[in-house]
T-cell receptor
């Protein structure tokens, strides 16, 4: 699985958009970009994933660059409950990977009042 | 839907002892993965079970073993516990839809403390 690079920490004001970047310059054509978050002492929570098109769901938007070497997770209106560690992961979609996830250090997002 | 459930939530063991952790996957999921998360670190992949067989394994010693049952639930066993085995142990379940693995859902974890 491709390696990802994320900033160790970011701050955001409550109500503003939080934009979390991720570099995955060695991503392969069959690898998806996944985002998870982990609130203190809880299990990771799935947020969103994409292959090459931008994606949006009720939690967030995912913007993937045309060359697929980087992506940005957007939380449109951050709240205090969005304070968490955010993990960007690239994962092979099918085949014999059985869905294994390789976590890095993630980005600690702190949302301030 | 109860999601992924793990038991127990907390556990304290003594060095050298053995421990068994349990996981029930989300309804409809047939693949279970186990992860170890040390304090301040991201989760590290231990192994993965599908069709009652270990399919992939991370860089963990043979002291870590597992099992998957016909109902897709799973156990993680750790023998000869070391202080360094103290961690949050996470179970994740997923399945394959039209050849593509679905997103993994995680349980709340079991906090293991070895003293």
């Amino acid at each position: 699985d491709a390696k990802t690079t994320q900033p160790p920490s970011m701050d955001c004001a409550e109500g503003r958009a939080a934009n979390l970047p991720c570099n995955h310059s060695t991503i392969s054509g069959n690898e998806y970009v996944y985002w998870y978050r982990q609130i203190h002492s809880q299990g990771p929570q799935y947020i969103i994933h994409g292959l090459k098109n931008n994606e949006t769901n009720e939690m967030a938007s995912l913007i993937i660059t045309e060359d697929r070497k980087s992506s940005t997770l957007i939380l449109p209106h951050a709240t205090l409950r969005d304070t968490a560690v955010y993990y960007c992961i690239v994962r092979v979609g099918g085949g014999t990977s059985y869905g294994k996830l390789t976590f890095g250090q993630g980005t600690i997002l702190t949302v301030h009042p | 839907d109860a999601g992924v459930t793990q038991s127990p939530t907390h556990l304290i063991k003594t060095r050298g002892q053995q421990v068994t952790l349990r996981c029930s996957p989300k309804s409809g999921h047939d693949t279970v993965s186990w992860y170890q998360q040390a304090l301040g670190q991201g989760p590290q992949f231990i192994f993965q079970y599908y069709e009652e067989e270990e399919r992939q394994r991370g860089n963990f010693p043979d002291r870590f073993s597992g099992h998957q049952f016909p109902n897709y639930s799973s156990e993680l066993n750790v023998n000869a516990l070391l202080l360094g085995d103290s961690a949050l142990y996470l179970c994740a379940s997923s399945s394959r839809l039209q050849g593509v693995w679905t997103e993994a859902f995680f349980g709340q974890g079991t906090r293991l403390t070895v003293v």
